[in-house]
């Protein structure tokens, strides 16, 4: 399968490279210059470029919107809000229509868990719950992003799975430290990736068939976010942060 990775700077797009390299040809996107990976090339451009955008989706199969963003955002607060929220919105918009008029089938979105941090951790989180994102721009613009891909599979056979991350970490980069609900190795966040190509809902007459969105973190003890649909793609985190919940006393 050819497949386009955006975000391919960042260290989730790093790890899903390597997953997906050995059996695909990828294409990477990304403002900043990459290194092209052994099976495939690398492409500089921006989502909010339309014909950098058009360039980057031929000949693809599917699509990988990582969410992460480029790593030459403005210092200035107004400024770097005004661009995460142009690039989930607009970037979104345009890297999807392009992919649709290429005759694309597969999207897949990378979302954000942070949208149900206003809840208490007491409560137990599926996809059926309503979100409450804050106004903080980081998270905002990601649930923005996710409404925008979401009307593709509402107005197009196409394949569109949401994948709401939790908090990205490398589970021996935070030995020690108190656990954290939302904790999420890069390394699973990859493999959520590689398990939503294999999703082909396309042909399904009901818009909410070619649409999915999963919660994707660790699997750990008294969860406040619920992975069961992920599980049910297939999902099985690897790193799991035990040495930390059992500092914590939660695990004998």
């Not at 999807?96 to 941090?117: C, Q």
């Not at 994102?133 to 409404?147: C, I, N, T, V």
């Not at 954290?180 to 699973?188: G, M, Q, T």
Request: with cysteine; hydrophobic share 40%; net charge negative.
């Amino acid at each position: 399968m050819n497949i386009l990775i955006t975000g391919a700077a960042s260290t989730l797009a790093k790890e899903i490279i390597a997953i997906l390299g050995e059996s695909h040809s990828l294409r990477l996107m990304d403002e900043a210059a990459v290194e092209p990976p052994e099976n495939g090339e690398a492409y500089q451009g921006s989502l909010l470029d339309q014909d950098h955008v058009w360039r980057a989706v031929r000949g693809m199969d599917a699509i990988l919107y990582t969410g992460e963003p480029p790593p030459n955002l403005p210092e200035e607060a107004h400024a770097r809000d005004q661009q995460l929220l142009d690039l989930a919105t607009r970037g979104t918009h345009q890297l999807f229509k392009a992919g649709v008029e290429a005759g694309i089938k597969k999207f897949v979105y990378g979302g954000t868990l942070d949208i149900f941090r206003p809840y208490t951790d007491e409560v137990y989180i599926s996809e059926l719950w309503k979100p409450l994102p804050d106004p903080d721009m980081p998270e905002m613009s990601r649930y923005l992003g996710e409404q925008t891909a979401r009307e593709f599979a509402r107005d197009f056979l196409v394949t569109v799975t949401s994948l709401r991350l939790g908090k990205l970490v490398y589970e021996e980069d935070v030995v020690g430290q108190a656990p954290d609900l939302l904790w999420l190795d890069y390394r699973d966040a990859a493999q959520a990736f590689n398990l939503a190509l294999a999703r082909d809902a396309s042909d399904q007459a009901w818009w909410t068939a070619r649409w999915n969105m999963v919660h994707i973190c660790a699997d750990i003890p008294n969860p406040k976010y619920l992975i069961k649909q992920a599980h049910g793609m297939g999902y099985q985190p690897a790193h799991n942060f035990g040495a930390n919940w059992k500092q914590d006393g939660v695990l004998n």
